[in-house]
């Protein structure tokens, strides 16, 4: 069955009384023994004949304990109700407690009267306990100035201080006891959330951290490893002592600063002290030796870089799109020169690197797009912008990697 929601003009309204008469559950085991227990105490005081009024008051128009029986067996009855139907238990408890004026008197009635005025601020909706405050505090006044009023007397006042104590009394209380609890379920509800953001926080951060190692690693490694794949491949598909020997040694090389380069990203993850000297970030000084590496393992790398002075992030998120690059081009591009530019302009670090465009007939290293997933984001978090793709050119197509770089937080990308 498809449910529908309602528009906000005819929205669930709050139950009413005959709601919670039709729709009683089980009574709180609690309640249960507060009906028996004061069902029992008024029992007791009927039987030994303590009434809260003589049977010669002008009020009382029923004599003898029998007539007492019926409000102290309602409110008993309302006890039940005091948790699950606490409005309906109000209504039905001020029918048996103004029936109880007329006859003698129980103080186990008034007493449970109390509960069931306290239980229905406590456990009713909000705008029911607001209004039971005010209608109690309105009755106590008039109790208070009406009997005065007429009579004239001190003792007349008595009347207002008992109304107060039986309703206005326990109406109090339960607003107090509900606001303290309300302000415990707010306490308690903001630490789930605190402790709910922190979590969230700590797993954003392992996810960037995780993000940035993954980073750190493909850009540390890959070059080698693609130049090690690319070599090997050669030298088992080409038949030649001398071209196998070369190879072997550009095998060797890569494999050993690749082992270098694990072990200074081992070092960052062990964040190792004492003796050991601080892992060194890499800078743009080292683009001249990046380029010469790119110039062993095969590619025509030229090199044309005047960056000046930049920031530590710059620098490094700038080498590592520059080393990536080259990676990219070690493994896919065409023969042909590959060209490297780094240049301010309008507080921007740009860069900028082209190489051919095409297939090449030579042995190829498997990519997986990380590298441009990797520079994306790296220029993503310095507010920069990025682009990669084929574009036509003079000396035929060309694959152009540009970033541009802010060189101080904050400015436009």
């Known amino acids: 069955m498809q449910s529908r929601t309602l528009p906000r003009n005819h929205a669930r309204a709050e139950p009413t009384v005959l709601d919670e008469a039709m729709a009683l559950p089980r009574p709180h085991r609690f309640d249960v023994y507060v009906a028996v227990g004061g069902l029992l105490g008024g029992l007791l005081l009927v039987g030994i004949g303590l009434a809260t009024r003589p049977s010669r008051d002008p009020i009382t128009l029923f004599d003898g304990p029998w007539p007492i029986l019926l409000p102290l067996v309602v409110l008993a009855g309302c006890e039940l109700m005091r948790r699950t139907a606490p409005r309906t238990?109000?209504?039905?408890?001020?029918?048996?407690?103004?029936?109880?004026?007329?006859?003698?008197?129980?103080?186990?009635?008034?007493?449970?009267?109390?509960?069931?005025?306290?239980?229905?601020?406590?456990?009713?909706?909000?705008?029911?306990?607001?209004?039971?405050?005010?209608?109690?505090?309105?009755?106590?006044?008039?109790?208070?100035?009406?009997?005065?009023?007429?009579?004239?007397?001190?003792?007349?006042?008595?009347?207002?201080?008992?109304?107060?104590?039986?309703?206005?009394?326990?109406?109090?209380?339960?607003?107090?006891?509900?606001?303290?609890?309300?302000?415990?379920?707010?306490?308690?509800?903001?630490?789930?959330?605190?402790?709910?953001?922190?979590?969230?926080?700590?797993?954003?951060?392992?996810?960037?951290?995780?993000?940035?190692?993954?980073?750190?690693?493909?850009?540390?490694?890959a070059n080698h490893l693609s130049a090690i794949a690319i070599h090997s491949t050669a030298a088992l598909s080409i038949d030649d002592p001398k071209t196998s020997q070369e190879a072997l040694s550009v095998i060797r090389e890569n494999s050993v600063e690749g082992l270098a380069e694990m072990r200074r990203l081992i070092g960052i993850l062990r964040d190792a002290g004492g003796d050991t000297a601080p892992v060194a970030t890499p800078t743009l000084d080292g683009l001249d030796a990046l380029a010469e590496g790119a110039r062993t393992n095969g590619l025509d790398v030229h090199l044309d870089s005047a960056p000046g002075t930049v920031p530590a992030p710059v620098e490094l998120a700038a080498y590592r799109i520059v080393q990536e690059s080259l990676t990219n081009a070690l493994k896919h591009a065409s023969p042909g020169r590959v060209t490297v530019a780094l240049a301010q302009r309008d507080g921007c670090l740009t860069v900028a690197v082209t190489s051919p465009f095409g297939d090449r007939d030579g042995p190829r290293a498997p990519g997986s797009g990380a590298g441009l997933v990797g520079m994306r984001e790296r220029v993503a978090l310095l507010g920069g912008e990025f682009e990669a793709g084929p574009e036509g050119s003079a000396g035929g197509k060309m694959w152009v990697v540009r970033a541009r770089l802010p060189l101080t937080e904050g400015d436009p990308a």
Request: charged content about 15%.
């Open 89 to 221: 238990a109000l209504l039905i408890g001020t029918v048996a407690i103004c029936a109880d004026v007329f006859t003698q008197g129980n103080l186990a009635t008034v007493l449970m009267f109390t509960d069931i005025v306290y239980a229905a601020v406590l456990y009713g909706p909000l705008p029911s306990a607001r209004r039971i405050q005010w209608i109690t505090g309105l009755l106590t006044v008039a109790a208070t100035l009406v009997p005065f009023a007429v009579w004239r007397t001190p003792e007349a006042l008595l009347i207002g201080v008992v109304v107060g104590i039986v309703a206005y009394g326990p109406a109090g209380t339960g607003w107090i006891v509900r606001n303290h609890r309300d302000a415990a379920e707010a306490a308690r509800l903001r630490a789930e959330q605190t402790a709910l953001l922190a979590e969230m926080d700590r797993s954003q951060a392992v996810a960037a951290e995780r993000a940035r190692m993954a980073r750190e690693l493909h850009d540390m490694v």
